[in-house]
């Protein structure tokens, strides 16, 4: 470094400013991987309050996380953010048609399978897609960062959340910790 200073004295000084710049950006960004998410931009304070892996004949599908506002105890009256990291790769059929059918089968009112087709596409391992409820009758979808849709009619919250935190998924053991009990 001494031989860089005695040579061209402002290179190492645009070598620290570019540090400087990486840390301070590292920094707003770090805490959770929030700062910049869909969830930090819809809900006060979000902290993880429970995470858990689902898996389909003993592999594993994909990563769950729950986050609420100020690390709050999960509950269908608060909006609330999920955020699913896939481990595997899953067409969006797949996406869309064991969506329709959770619902069908826990007996919620589900939107249409193009509206579905509207919110999800395929993903590959770490990929991400996160829920954000807004009151109980809205539910905004984001893909890799990237918001793809709303699905907006009475129940929609609870309709579509009840397939991972509702009394009757396919898991209580995975739905019990991801709401962190």
């Keep these: 470094m001494a031989f860089l200073q005695k040579i061209r004295p402002s290179l190492s000084q645009r070598i620290c400013d570019t540090c400087c710049a990486a840390l301070v950006s590292l920094t707003v960004l770090i805490p959770g991987g929030l700062a910049a998410s869909p969830i930090s931009q819809n809900l006060s304070n979000p902290q993880q309050v429970g995470s858990a892996t689902f898996r389909f004949l003993g592999i594993p599908v994909y990563d769950a996380q ?75 979808f984001w893909r890799n960062g990237q918001k793809t849709c709303t699905l907006s009619y009475p129940g929609a919250k609870r309709a579509f959340m009840s397939i991972f935190l509702g009394a009757d998924t396919r898991s209580a053991s995975f739905t019990r910790q991801l709401k962190g009990q």
């Design 66 to 140: 729950l986050f609420t506002p100020n690390g709050a105890a999960f509950s269908w009256d608060a909006d609330f953010g999920l955020k699913l990291t896939y481990r595997k790769t899953l067409k969006q059929k797949a996406l869309v048609e064991s969506t329709l059918e959770e619902m069908a089968r826990q007996g919620n009112p589900a939107p249409s399978q193009s509206a579905l087709e509207g919110c999800f596409k395929a993903v590959g391992k770490g990929d991400s897609y996160i829920a954000i409820s807004e009151g109980p009758n809205k539910v905004e």
